[in-house]
Each structure stands twice: as structure tokens, then as C-alpha cells.
């Protein structure tokens, strides 16, 4: 039995959100529809940040709805706050995927409240959203962000994530994403947090969120794999970094991870040759980024088959 | 009980062949001065082959000559057959590695004879280095190319690759090297070949000898640390591909395996501050090339510790 792999797209708000210039929300939506016809049938259009913040996400709410008219396609939005599950409710996108820090002090940073702050608005959240009828009833995903590491505390307890995610799981979320926010995360801490938050929150998904920062990302996505974790997020060209950190990198590459679960033995329902056509509309959306990813380069292996299939290319 | 991990350098043979422009032999010196210095004891000089043929190994006897007077450093070298293996034992190498591929196809396209005739080869090697006086008598690894895939054959049956290390272990090798040539080898089937293999041969040492031309090589790392394999081959920048193949990348990067290994709890005896200062000489030393490496652009994690040590950096 082939076991299947599910792949969000968070390029066009994890990746689009360090890039200044606002990418036409025509190529937006042409990026969904051509990433959404390869196979990758979730992707997060959008973030719900206040437009003056993120200039990049004035379109968001034009942009979800476009992308609701897909057909095959989850439409998916990080949101913030409570305002941001206002209008993700209002638009009616599929899900919410909202983001607290495990580390205090990233998450200070970050949103300038404690954890625990955090982890009441997302009740409230869920609240709310239990009130929406129900065909305009989005699923909420919690990423608890820094789950491997921060850039300001260094190591974080697995203890606390594992605290964290189930009092996340019995706040009602519907999915628990688990980051490594800085590429932090090696394969050993990788397999045993994964591990445990899987056996914590059963049955909810566990979800993984990762950063190719040193190079790892790969390496732990099969880390991930071989614990269980069938859902990954996934950035196309592996779009994203941060303008103020020449050295950063964005999510583990979409092709690359595609590649790596067939390769695997693992079906994502992905074409790949479709998918890297997509990279065009990347190109020139954001014609000043630099584009990742090796399958781009290098190409399938000769003799290469998907997963459950018994064909070569 | 923490365990050491070896890597050897290849980048200024391995890294280096692809490069038309040969490297000044003192800053070849000064790359393995330095990288001794910083903790990697095992290097791959140069290859004997013909100058004529490679004219970036037309120094390959004054530089090993002068590697042999480093403190703390095994001297290797690759070696394409019987002249290359007198040469190295003339010169006094610790150890010649001879290649094969496991592929009949990438054996004739690369050597122009069959695997039989270079497993006959590598007996005939075997035996004269025998002869040499027990001082001068390097150890003889053997490389099985193409263990994961060939770009002219595609799949490789790994059952041919199990014969093949049990006849070059019966020959008297002192070590086997699996080699990912083309970048074709993903965790599952990097798990399950070098766990038969090293079954097989026991107690031959099995090192990994790994690509990153699809963006796995980490990922295969790890998962050869898994079964069991604790000596690895990596380039300096991830030095490597070839010229006429745009998207070909070289070997996996010797920074990013050591912060790898490292990470996962495996001693290398490598300072990665000192590692990464080496870039340098090999930026003077190949001044147009793409130096290559994610540990180098992002820096150690907040927090980072050594294996088997309780200091963080």
C-alpha cells in the first residue's frame, strides 16, 4: 500500500512575505491555479496582516476569494489574530492557520505578547469560529513556531512543545503544525519531538514546517517521514529568507520535497514536470529573487518512477 | 557513549577534477594544512592519473609528497589503475582509492573496459601493493561508482552491487566505498544497500561517498548514520560538479556534514570555525567558482554544542 504525502504551498505567504515588491495578484493567482492543476491541492494564499504592515498582502482578501473559485483546491490563510479569523470567516477560505512561538521571547518579539496570551486568543478563535454556519466553517491549524530552536533563546524544551501542542489540541484545534522557524532542527531531535507529539494529540495531523537554513531541511522532512508526519509545507522555488539576513533561507523547496517523498516510496499526487513549469510564473512575479531547488537543475533521475506507479520517465 | 563519525576530504581531487584551471600546488597545500589543522585527518590529495589527461593533477607527486610531511593527516589518493597505484606506492600515500563502477555502462564509458576486467584489476593492485615493504604499504580502498543509479542505465540492481562488494572484499580491500555518482540515491534505498552491504563485508569499514546533485545528500547522510556508516567522503564549498553539465553539483559539503553529524550527536574531532576559515584559500585557489554550503551563510545555531561536550557556542 502506497501511503500518501499531503504538501501545503506556503510560498505565496511564507515566501512572498520578507519580498518588498508586491507581486501582481494576477500572477498570484496564476501561481495557484498552475501549482493547483500540477497536484499541490492546498495552498496558503495569504496572510491576514494589517495591509500597511505587509503592503505584499493588500490583495490578500481579493486574492482568497479568486482562489476559492479553484477548482481541487484548499485555500488556506495565516492569520495573526481575531481579526485575521474575522475575514478569513467573512471570505470563507478553508482554513486558518494561525502561529504562536513556543520560546517567550520569540514570541514577544514576534507578536508582543506572552505564549500564554497567545494560546487564549486562539481559544477565542476557535470559539468564534464554532459560531460561523456551518459551509463557512474553516478548520483552524495552530504552528507553534521555534519548536526546535530560537534565534534569541537557543534551545527549547521539547517538554514545553509537547505541553504546548496538547493544550492546543484540546483547545479544539484541527491540525498542529510543528516549525523550525530558524533551520535549527536536526533529524534525531526531529524523529523523537515529532514522535511524541504525534502520540500526544492522536488522532489530530501533525504537520511539519521547515527551514532549509543549514541545510537540513531535506534531511528532516525524511526524518519527519520515517515518525509518521504526512503533511509538510512546502515553499515553491524555496522562496522566502529575510531581507535583513543575507544568509537565510526560506521552507524546504516544493519540487525538492515532492521529489524526495516519491523517491521515498511516498505518493504526493504531483507532477513534477508540471510543477517546475510553475517556477516560470515565480520568476516573474518576483524577478529579483534568487530561485532554489535542485530538482530545477538537475532533473529527474533517469529510470525515475512515482511512488505506486510502475512508470519510468 | 558518543560515537566518531571520519570524513574525508575530496574536494581537492574529487572537487578539483572538474576544474580546468589548475589550483596553485601551495594553496592546494595550505587547504590541507589548514583543514588538518581544523580537525579533518583523512584527505584525498589528487588522483594519479596521466597529466596530459587532467592537467590539474600534474602536480599530484610534489603535492603528495609535501601532504606526507603534514602532522596528523592520512594521505590518500585516487588511483585509475595498476601505474597510479605504483605511483602512490613510490611516493609513499597511506591509502589509494581505486574506483569502479558497478554500472557495466559508466565502467566502459569512464575506464573503456568491463567491471570484471577492473575487478581483476584491483586484485592485481592488491597483490602488488602486498609486495610493497610493510612501511610503505598504503591501505587500498575500493569505490563502487554508480551504487545508486547511473545517468546511462538508470536503476542499478542492488544486488549487484552486494556481489560486487563481496568480490572486492574477498580481494582484500581495506575499505569499500558506496558511491551516489549522480546524485540518484534517496534514504530508503541508502538505509537498506549499506545495511547489506556492510553486513556482507564485516569488518570491512563501508563509507559513503555521496552527491548532492538533487538536493538529497544531506538527507542520505543521515540516513547512512542510521545503519551504521561512520566514514564519509565530502568537498570543501560542496566543491564538484562538471563543466559541461550546468546543474551537476559536487560532492555533499564537508561544513554541512560536520554540522550535520555534530548535530545528530556524532564527534567528528572537527572545529567548524576553523573548517569554515579554509573557504578562503579555496576562494583564492578557484577564484570562478560558486562556493557552496548553507552552515557558511547561516552560521552555527544560538546555543550550538559540540558532540560529547556540554559547551555551547
Known sequence: MVE?????????????????????TELKLDWCRAEAAAGIHEIEVC??????????FADAAELARAALALPDLTVSALIPNMKGAERGVEIGVHQLN????????????????STADSLEDLKRII???REAEPERRPRVACGLATSFGCTIEGTVDPNRVVRLAAEVAAAGADEIVLADT????????????????????????????????????????????????????????????????????????T??????????????????????????IVARGVPHEPLLGQIAKAGLPKGFSYAGTATAA
Do not use: W
Open 4 to 24: 500518501t504525502v499531503h504538501i501545503r504551498e506556503v510560498g505565496l505567504r511564507d515566501g512572498l512575505q520578507n519580498i518588498a515588491q508586491p507581486m501582481p
Open 47 to 56: 496572510s491576514f496582516v494589517p495591509p500597511k504592515l505587509l503592503p505584499q
Open 98 to 113: 494561525y502561529v504562536m512561538s513556543v520560546s517567550e521571547s520569540h514570541n514577544q518579539s514576534n507578536v508582543r505578547r
Open 127 to 129: 470559539d468564534f469560529v
Open 182 to 253: 530558524v533551520g535549527y532542527g536536526e533529524p534525531n531531535g526531529i524523529r523523537a519531538l515529532f514522535a511524541r507529539v504525534i502520540e500526544t494529540v492522536h488522532p489530530l495531523p501533525v504537520a511539519a514546517h521547515f527551514h532549509d537554513t543549514r541545510g537540513l531541511g531535506l534531511a528532516n522532512v525524511a526524518a519527519a517521514l520515517e515518525v509518521g508526519v504526512r503533511h509538510f509545507d512546502a515553499s515553491l522555488c524555496g522562496l522566502g529568507g529575510c531581507p535583513y539576513a543575507p544568509g537565510a533561507t526560506g521552507n524546504v523547496v
Open 255 to 280: 519540487e525538492d520535497v515532492v521529489f524526495l517523498c516519491e523517491s521515498m516510496g511516498f505518493s504526493t499526487g504531483v507532477d513534477i514536470e508540471a510543477l517546475l513549469a510553475v517556477r516560470d
